[in-house]
């Protein structure tokens, strides 16, 4: 769910701006190639080969902007705003080995990664075509957002399990998994991933898919944006719109170490058609929200509810697919500020009072989110593809609101919440909320897959092309 729209319909705050966690700029590691270019760019060849437009630091109408305020001070040396495969080979041919080179697509890596410091953006966003095939696929463009896959499919009575916040990207959502509120029921969004079509860090056009580049196909499903190559298309298949029954359910201050104690033993014993996740609220007696959408009924939705403690107070709606995508989704915002970070939860927490104790105290602007995993999503194997969490019962977001000036701050309280929850359920992160100050992130993030993984980088990025601060290690 869309992180503003999530706490608007839970009640725990007014709209506003959230703001990723400062760090370094990406570092590239030294290329494996002896024969290593030198100089930078050559600017004027890569824009006369561009159908779409080469921006310069220099130029008018650069006022380059990302999706996160805390990185503005992050300024890449040119931006190619791409319409076409052949403009992405062009960018990666021209400015490999000379320059860092990331790609843009909704803009929102809780890193900045997507904005490469005195690099090229390989901007996306002109690629925001999605076609609705003939049976249950759709083809979509890498530049494409959210909000516009479910608008499209929708129309099209489907639908493609995901992330609810319409100025995501649908890429970068897909290789890192992708969690969404119909996750239980028919799985990630990278589970209905048919093929993926790839500029190479050789500047080859590849399509990866069951049959063609296992390796890279199986990598590109988990192994998290920015990594092997730069996507440019995917094809997915896609499930008949569900109508759905949407909840919230407020619990007050000092309810919450019971209502998440009683989730999470809950939602395992619930059906796969359940979604539901739990917002923990900072404050001298932190309070929580349990929400989520149910495919199905009113009538049977309020039987399943029942198996929860009882709130202070309860909402429920039928919704079809296409309202429950704007209820989810909520009005449009270009920017949000916040530092974040997360933590796998693989089996109930047996202290949940000490889970919730880590926000007591805290400002009323930090959250603590677990959303529920299991069902469809555990229906995979871990080593299947890149995505090693199938078997948790839980993704903890932990996120705070911060301006831009006290996001040093933040970070150091934010660290000190991820590293407490770790303690109580290890150490285990989800790639799409990447943390720059996470240790030992690789670990973290892929597991037992981070072996193959780095194999995968080595065959397809050699020379580290597509490097930065969190990039799958060779």
């Not at 932190?286 to 959408?293: A, K, L, M, R």
């Not at 977001?397 to 359920?425: F, H, N, W």
Request: with cysteine; charged share 15%; net charge negative.
């Amino acid at each position: 769910m869309d992180r503003r729209r999530f706490l608007q319909v839970a009640g725990l705050t007014s709209a506003g701006a959230v703001l990723a966690a400062c760090s370094s700029p990406p570092v590239a590691t030294p290329p494996s190639s002896s024969s290593v270019p030198s100089g930078p760019p050559d600017w004027t060849a890569l824009r006369s080969r561009l159908s779409g437009r080469l921006v310069l630091a220099g130029d008018d109408g650069f006022a380059y902007q990302g999706f996160n305020p805390v990185w503005d001070n992050r300024k890449p040396a040119a931006v190619a705003r791409c319409t076409s495969a052949a403009d992405v080979q062009a960018c990666v041919e021209v400015a490999r080995l000379r320059a860092p080179i990331a790609a843009r697509s909704g803009g929102h890596s809780y890193a900045g990664y997507s904005t490469p410091e005195n690099g090229l953006q390989v901007d996306l966003r002109g690629m925001a075509g999605v076609e609705v095939l003939p049976g249950d696929q759709v083809r979509i463009g890498a530049g494409v957002q959210l909000g516009e896959v479910a608008r499209v499919l929708a129309a099209s009575g489907r639908a493609l399990p995901t992330g609810t916040c319409p100025s995501v990207g649908v890429a970068g959502l897909t290789l890192g998994g992708g969690i969404g509120v119909l996750a239980r029921k028919y799985g990630l969004t990278c589970d209905h991933l048919v093929s993926a079509t790839v500029v190479t860090a050789d500047g080859r056009l590849v399509t990866a898919s069951a049959q063609q580049e296992p390796d890279l196909f199986w990598a590109l499903r988990g192994g998290g944006g920015g990594n092997f190559g730069i996507v440019t298309e995917f094809v997915f298949t896609t499930v008949p719109a569900p109508d759905v029954a949407v909840f919230s359910l407020q619990y007050g201050a000092g309810a919450a170490a019971e209502a998440l104690g009683a989730w999470q033993e809950w939602i395992t014993q619930t059906p796969n058609e359940m979604w539901a996740n739990v917002a923990v609220r900072g404050g001298a007696q932190p309070n929580c929200h349990i929400g989520g959408c149910f495919v199905g009924n009113v009538a049977e939705l309020a039987a399943l509810l029942a198996g929860l403690p009882a709130p202070a107070s309860r909402f429920i709606q039928p919704k079809s697919y296409a309202e429950a995508t704007q209820y989810f989704a909520g009005s449009g915002i270009e920017h949000e500020s916040f530092v974040a970070s997360s933590r796998i939860v693989r089996e109930p927490i047996g202290d949940t009072a000490k889970a919730v104790n880590l926000l007591a105290g805290q400002s009323d602007e930090t959250y603590l989110i677990f959303d529920g995993l299991g069902g469809a999503v555990a229906g995979v194997a871990p080593e299947a593809t890149a995505f090693p969490h199938r078997s948790a019962l839980a993704c903890a977001q932990i996120y705070l609101k911060t301006p831009p000036e006290a996001a040093a701050e933040a970070s150091r309280t934010l660290g000190q919440i991820r590293d407490g929850l770790g303690a109580l359920v290890g150490d285990a992160s989800y790639v799409n909320y990447i943390d720059p100050q996470l240790p030992k992130w690789a670990e973290a993030y892929y597991g037992a897959n981070l072996a193959r993984l780095r194999e995968v980088a080595v065959k397809y990025d050699p020379d580290r092309v597509f490097a930065f601060a969190q990039a799958v290690p060779h």
